[in-house]
């Protein structure tokens, strides 16, 4: 089974700084698709950014972007010039292709300081 | 514009009652799935479908019942309420892709209190 680690609980950055979320995956299979979820305080869960194993170029959303090392079976998040609505659960998200199962990781909870 | 419609929000059972938590989309949307978010665990997989008349379990399945008996609700029944199933409950929904290429639109949880 695949399994998902976010080995960081807690998180904080200053506003306008940078800040790198990490998660590492295990898997053996070649198609499977890598997320990252935001979960505010209104327990709304949000897409913040999809990559598909197959494709080597990182994934960018706006102030969001990924680095994506498929050998090393490592997918971080990285928030640009944080902003206090970035305050909230970050959860990596592995999606099976041939399951067509999602499984999450723990969670990485971001706090955002003046 | 109601997306996935989980009710009810809260909800507080005896252990032993049953009960059952109602997921509705108005996307028409093929692919629907249940995870329960606990404390320091993460979203789990308890049951999702590919489509009406089909269901699979999950990660954590024991004690939760599915059907689909249409495209539109997914509903999930616990059958004997345990302390161990206190937890909150996502329904949520893509299109016939699934997840891979499609954001899955979650509904905003509910809160179960198993006493």
């Known amino acids: 089974a695949q399994t998902v680690t976010q080995s960081q609980p807690e998180m904080s950055v200053q506003e306008a700084e940078t800040v790198t979320l990490s998660c590492t995956y295990d898997?053996?299979?070649?198609?499977?698709?890598l997320f990252w979820y935001k979960q505010p305080p209104s327990r709304q869960m949000i897409l913040v950014i999809r990559?598909?194993?197959?494709?080597?170029q990182n994934a960018t959303e706006n102030r969001f972007s990924v680095n994506f090392q498929k050998a090393a079976k490592s997918f971080s998040l990285k928030i640009s010039d944080s902003q206090l609505g970035d305050a909230a659960m970050y959860f990596c998200?592995?999606?099976?292709?041939?399951?067509?199962?999602?499984?999450f990781g723990t969670g990485t909870r971001l706090q955002v300081t003046l | 514009n109601a997306g996935v419609t989980q009710t009810p929000k809260f909800q507080v059972l005896k252990t032993g009652q049953s009960m059952t938590l109602q997921c509705a989309q108005d996307?028409?949307?093929?692919?629907m799935s249940w995870y329960r978010q606990d404390p320091g665990m993460g979203l789990r997989l308890i049951h999702y479908?590919?489509?009406?008349?089909?269901?699979d379990q999950g990660e954590v399945p024991n004690g939760y019942n599915v059907s689909r008996s249409t495209t539109e609700d997914f509903p999930l029944r616990l059958l004997s309420a345990a302390p161990s199933q206190t937890s909150v409950y996502f329904c949520?929904?893509?299109?016939?892709?699934?997840?891979?290429?499609?954001?899955?639109?979650f509904g905003d949880g509910t809160r179960l209190s198993i006493l």
């Open positions: 949520a929904s893509s299109d016939r892709r699934g997840p891979r290429n499609q954001p899955q639109h």
């Open positions: 898997t053996s299979e070649s198609d499977y698709y």
């Open positions: 990559q598909e194993a197959y494709k080597q």
């Open positions: 998200a592995y999606y099976s292709g041939t399951a067509s199962k999602l499984t």
């Open positions: 996307m028409n949307h093929e692919y």
């Open positions: 479908s590919v489509g009406a008349g089909i269901t």
